[in-house]
């Protein structure tokens, strides 16, 4: 945001008024202060965050498999990619350590959320992308590993969310 004459004007379009920018603090205070009212302690903190370092993880690998896929192009057009910077082999070693520290901490999770554990059904359709980036797939054949691992950590994610819900 910047500020012509006195107003904050966003930058793609008009004015904000100053009333706007004064219920969002506000708002955050109202809605700190219900989640104070209504229970939500540190262990959900807690959970919150070993849900978030999951998604967090699954993601990280989903980046992983997209880089080892455009290896040559990226190559090709001068551009320092993760795949590039580490190497083949470890950007592989990446991928299946982002898969597996996913599923660790969902074990970790399950501690003290227990229906956490319903999300462990992720773990098996995940087996095969796994296998396909470990086997040396490249190119072309990382195509389908990019959109499970996308897909499941999709999935992933909406399973810890219900589970951290339900707890």
């Known amino acids: 945001m910047a500020s012509r004459g006195g107003a904050p004007v966003v930058e793609r379009g008009g004015r904000v008024g100053r009333p706007a920018l004064g219920v969002l603090p506000l708002t955050s205070v109202l809605v700190a202060s219900v989640l104070v009212l209504i229970g939500f302690d540190a262990d959900a903190w807690e959970r919150a965050g070993l849900g978030w370092l999951g998604v967090a993880c699954l993601t990280g ?3 992983a498999a ?3 896929r455009c290896v040559f192009p990226d190559q090709v057009a001068g551009r320092r990619s993760l795949a590039l910077r580490l190497g ?3 950007t592989r070693l990446v991928y299946a350590g982002l898969v597996a520290a996913a599923y660790a901490v969902l074990g970790g999770l399950a501690l ?4 956490a554990a319903v999300a462990l059904v992720t773990a098996l359709p ?3 992308p796994v296998w396909r980036v470990r086997s040396g797939a490249v ?3 990382l195509d ?3 959109r499970d691992t996308a897909l499941i950590t999709l999935n992933y994610g909406a399973l ?3 589970a951290l819900a339900l707890s």
């Open 139 to 141: 190119s072309g054949q």
């Open 112 to 115: 003290t959320a227990p229906w």
């Open 126 to 128: 995940l087996a095969i």
């Open 144 to 146: 389908p590993v990019v």
């Open 160 to 162: 810890v969310g219900l």
């Open 61 to 63: 690998a989903v980046v």
């Open 88 to 90: 083949d082999a470890p």
């Open 66 to 68: 997209r880089s080892l």
